[in-house]
C-alpha cells in the first residue's frame, strides 16, 4: 500500500522538528538548584537531548527520502 507523498513529507516534517526541538533541550542552560525538579521530557541529561534529536532527524530524512525518488538499499528487505 502506498500513502500519498503529501502525508509522508508531512509526517517527516514532523518528526524532524521534533527531532530539532529535541536539539535545543540539549543546548538550553542546566537548570539551577533552586528551580522545581524537571520531569518527562526536559528530566533527561543534555548530551542525551542531543543524541536522541539527532536520531529523530537522520530518521524524518530517511522517511522523506522515498518521496523524491531516492532508493534506500536498507529498506530493501522489507518488499517492493
Given at each position: 500500500m502506498r500513502?500519498?507523498?503529501?502525508i509522508?513529507v508531512?509526517l517527516s516534517?514532523l518528526v524532524?522538528?521534533?527531532?530539532?526541538f529535541?536539539?535545543t533541550?540539549?543546548f538550553?542552560k542546566p537548570?539551577?538548584d533552586?528551580?522545581?525538579?524537571?520531569?518527562g521530557?526536559?528530566a533527561?541529561?543534555r548530551?542525551t537531548?542531543?543524541?536522541?534529536g539527532?536520531?529523530?532527524?537522520?530518521l524524518?530524512?530517511?522517511?522523506?527520502?522515498p518521496?523524491?525518488?531516492i532508493?534506500?538499499?536498507?529498506?530493501?528487505?522489507l518488499?517492493?
Amino acid at each position: 500500500m502506498r500513502f500519498p507523498p503529501w502525508i509522508v513529507v508531512l509526517l517527516s516534517a514532523l518528526v524532524i522538528l521534533f527531532g530539532i526541538f529535541r536539539i535545543t533541550l540539549g543546548f538550553q542552560k542546566p537548570p539551577r538548584d533552586d528551580e522545581a525538579p524537571r520531569k518527562g521530557l526536559f528530566a533527561y541529561p543534555r548530551r542525551t537531548q542531543i543524541l536522541i534529536g539527532t536520531i529523530y532527524v537522520v530518521l524524518g530524512v530517511l522517511l522523506i527520502l522515498p518521496v523524491f525518488g531516492i532508493r534506500i538499499p536498507l529498506f530493501g528487505f522489507l518488499g517492493k
